[in-house]
């Protein structure tokens, strides 16, 4: 055969799958999804996304599309909900039929729909129900939390006053969540903690990166694909063997009248639950929540606090009004407490609005739906993965002016007093908000406060120079790279 007649072959043959693609799709009961581009067998809408910055993509598509549409990444069908109406319409108005977890590849291979963050029915309900109550018991949204904290802010001050380096937020963020899940907090210099650090920092890093997002969309070719995404399942095992050795040591030490600490809670609910052959209460599921626990304790906090500093040191004026109002409302001599926020609203809007602006997890952790459901006009099948576009919320420029720009005027009415907004949702929103809500706020608000209180932040270059644009991701916004001095005040 002539090259000319094999070519011609070759595109009949891909425009016939094509078409009987979205045949195919019609005939399924999907023609009632939301409008979407043109999706092409195996890879869907690939070729018309930027993986490198899907939530861009998605908010170009949404200008054509509207506020639901439908995508394909890869063979995952995704509808996603742009704006804060058709987030908070699934969310909240019809929250029982958005609760469930949507799909991510590498999720379902590391995880296997364990845990807390990634597992859905029955076991969804009854672990997220248990960590709650269990950590409201250790003192989340209590003194004996805010205590920890402020411990562990005095050793973080402590120990950048003697290093003058910025780079130990990951360390105090961790061992907050350490004293929680695991009874102790670890010295800084630990190996076991500094190889825990260096395992989560790892994987964050391989989870933004190119072939990590491109395994989610391909799972089947990148299996086979060496890469540094492969590395994800080595630190994922070594992570799990930690808290398994945890576990061990807690089960030696176990005092059923006496729970120290989340793994003994759920011990000792195994315990318990030792005659229900259908308990969600088993070792998998307690390493895995253990897991979540401490892998959304460290990672959200600490990267919104380098957001933070980052943000302070390109704008040293508002960082000065900041120190105003904690010399006036704290003073230098003693720990910032969560009673001082109320009449703290400068520093609140500062904090709320380096949260708005990271916009830290641009399409929230997937969502699906849980049954057939109604939505709008259309009618979105069981399972499909949902996107609610958490920055469609925290950018709409009819409640935040200038969305782009950084301002905490977006949280401060005409006399200066703080301005709340539903508008304002980086925990997401409805049945599946962060479990740690409560603690991350608390954590920022303390350990920002308290590095202000005692330090004044100074960068290398000049301030204009400084380059605060959030590194995007599917995943987690990250702050670009940054050299950051404290001068003790």
């Known amino acids: 055969m002539e090259p000319l007649g094999a070519t011609t072959v070759f595109l009949a043959v891909c425009v016939s799958c094509l078409l009987f693609f979205s045949a195919w799709r019609k005939m399924s009961g999907s023609g009632k ?11 869907g809408n690939m070729l018309q996304l930027n993986v490198r910055n899907l939530p861009q993509s998605i908010h170009e598509l949404s200008t054509k599309y509207g506020p639901v549409f439908t995508i394909y990444l890869g063979s995952l069908r995704v509808v996603v909900l742009y704006g804060q109406e058709a987030v908070k319409e699934a969310l909240i108005d019809q929250g029982d039929e958005f609760s469930g977890r949507g799909k991510l590849a590498l999720a379902d291979k ?24 269990t950590l409201r018991n250790f003192g989340m949204g209590k003194k004996s939390v805010e205590e920890r904290i402020q411990e562990e802010a005095r050793f973080l001050v402590e120990r950048l006053r003697n290093t003058h380096g910025g780079d130990l937020l990951h360390h105090a963020v961790s061992n907050i969540i350490c004293s929680i899940v695991f009874g102790d907090r670890f010295d800084y210099d630990d190996q076991k903690f500094l190889t825990l650090i260096k395992l989560t920092e790892e994987n964050n890093e391989l989870l933004r990166s190119l072939l990590g997002q491109l395994y989610n969309f391909f799972p089947t070719l990148m299996d086979h694909i060496p890469g540094p995404h492969q590395e994800l399942l080595k630190n994922s095992e070594e992570l799990r063997i930690f808290v398994l050795e945890r576990v061990k040591m807690h089960k030696d030490s176990l005092d059923l009248s006496c729970p120290r600490d989340f793994i003994d809670a759920f011990l000792i609910k195994m315990e318990q639950e030792q005659q229900n052959g259908q308990s969600e209460f088993n070792t998998e599921n307690l390493v895995r929540s253990t897991l979540d626990l401490f892998l959304a304790g460290t990672g959200t906090s600490s990267t919104t606090l380098r957001h933070g500093l980052l943000i302070l040191l390109k704008y040293p004026d508002i960082e000065e009004k900041v120190h105003e109002e904690i010399d006036r409302v704290i003073g230098r001599s003693r720990s910032p407490c969560m009673a001082d926020r109320s009449q703290m609203p400068y520093t609140d809007a500062v904090i709320h609005e380096i949260q708005r602006f990271v916009n830290l997890v641009p399409l929230s952790v997937p969502h699906a739906v849980t049954r057939d459901t109604h939505f709008r006009q259309y009618v979105i099948p069981k399972g499909t993965t949902i996107f609610p576009a958490l920055q469609s919320v925290l950018g709409d420029s009819r409640e935040f002016p200038k969305p782009e720009q950084f301002n905490p005027g977006h949280f401060l009415d005409e006399n200066g ?20 809500e409560g603690l991350a706020r608390m954590e920022i608000f303390l350990i920002l406060t308290m590095i202000l209180q005692n330090f004044t932040l100074k960068s290398p270059i000049d301030p204009k120079d400084i380059d605060i644009t959030p590194l995007p991701s599917v995943v987690v916004n990250s702050p670009k790279p940054f050299q950051l001095c404290v001068l003790p005040r």
């Open 33 to 43: 999804l939301p409008p979407g581009p043109v999706a092409f067998p195996i890879i």
């Open 417 to 436: 007093a703080f301005k709340k907004s539903d508008f304002f949702i980086p925990f997401s929103a409805g049945k599946r908000i962060c479990v740690g």
């Open 110 to 133: 590391l995880i296997k729909g364990a845990g807390i963050i990634f597992s859905n029915g029955e076991r969804w309900k009854q672990l997220r129900r248990f960590a709650l109550t």
